[in-house]
T-cell receptor, first 117, second 120 residues
Framework: GAVVSQHPSRVICKSGTSVKIECRSL??????MFWYRQFPKQSLMLMAT?????????EQGVEKDKFLINHASLTLSTLTVTSAHPEDSSFYIC?????????????FGPGTRLTVL | AQKITQTQPGMFVQEKEAVTLDCTYD???????LFWYKQPSSGEMIFLIY??????QNATEGRYSLNFQKARKSANLVISASQLGDSAMYFC?????????????????FGTGTLLAVQP
């Protein structure tokens, strides 16, 4: 159990285009999902917290107009990178919080590697 | 403010030997949770082990154990009987709230990671 999927796994796009990344919790409902980005050989940095049915909470320094987050259902959150530029190239990982047991935690998707040319 | 520190950028270990990966943390919240994740070259984050701040015993999961020393604010991961497949990046993470029905929705703060290489 506790499987989280991401789509696509890899995407290459031209500078100026928008890219949408989907994060799905396959076997549990997640009222809260998180979006992280990871540059090569660096740690995961939290970008935003996505709550079902409400606006996302962005971390300091993350442009909310550039990284649009929609959490339309209990199993799906999307991250749209608008007008992508080469500096947005990174590994984007989502996680979904399963709250069913006292020690439950976040489960991560396999990640999406974005390359902006 | 929360902080996680992993001072070992890289570690080597011989196959079948045990290895300890260090993690220290800082928080002013008495209720928190500590996690270890494994990230192989494929990029996925694999949950290994969890320790709540109020847990009396050190967490264990198969070959993984967490050496939790609350007074020293350390949460070292011990991998016993290392296998070649253990070669990966390992991240220590902390969240405020120890997971009691809502803690899971609190954000995680990650350390910088330790790259473990298991040698045959």
């Amino acid at each position: 159990g506790a499987v989280v999927s991401q789509h696509p796994s890899r995407v290459i796009c031209k500078s100026g285009t928008s890219v949408k990344i989907e994060c799905r919790s396959l076997d549990f409902q997640a009222t809260t999902m998180f979006w992280y980005r990871q540059f090569p050989k660096q740690s995961l940095m939290l970008m935003a917290t996505s709550n079902e049915g409400s606006k996302a909470t962005y971390e300091q320094g993350v442009e909310k107009d550039k990284f649009l987050i929609n959490h339309a259902s209990l199993t799906l959150s999307t991250l749209t990178v608008t007008s992508a530029h080469p500096e947005d190239s990174s590994f984007y990982i989502c996680s979904a919080a399963r709250v069913a047991f006292s020690t439950d935690t976040q489960y991560f998707g396999p990640g999406t590697r974005l390359t902006v040319l | 403010a929360q902080k996680i520190t992993q001072t070992q950028p890289g570690m080597f270990v011989q196959e079948k030997e045990a290895v300890t990966l260090d993690c220290t943390y800082d928080t002013s919240d008495p209720s928190y949770g500590l996690f270890w994740y494994k990230q192989p070259s494929s990029g996925e984050m694999i949950f290994l082990i969890y320790q709540g701040s109020y847990d009396q015993q050190n967490a264990t999961e198969g070959r993984y154990s967490l050496n939790f020393q609350k007074a020293r604010k350390s949460a070292n991961l011990v991998i016993s009987a290392s296998q070649l497949g253990d070669s990966a990046m390992y991240f220590c993470a902390m969240r405020e709230g120890n997971g009691n029905y809502g803690g899971a929705t609190n954000k995680l703060i990650f350390g910088t990671g330790t790259l473990l290489a298991v040698q045959p």
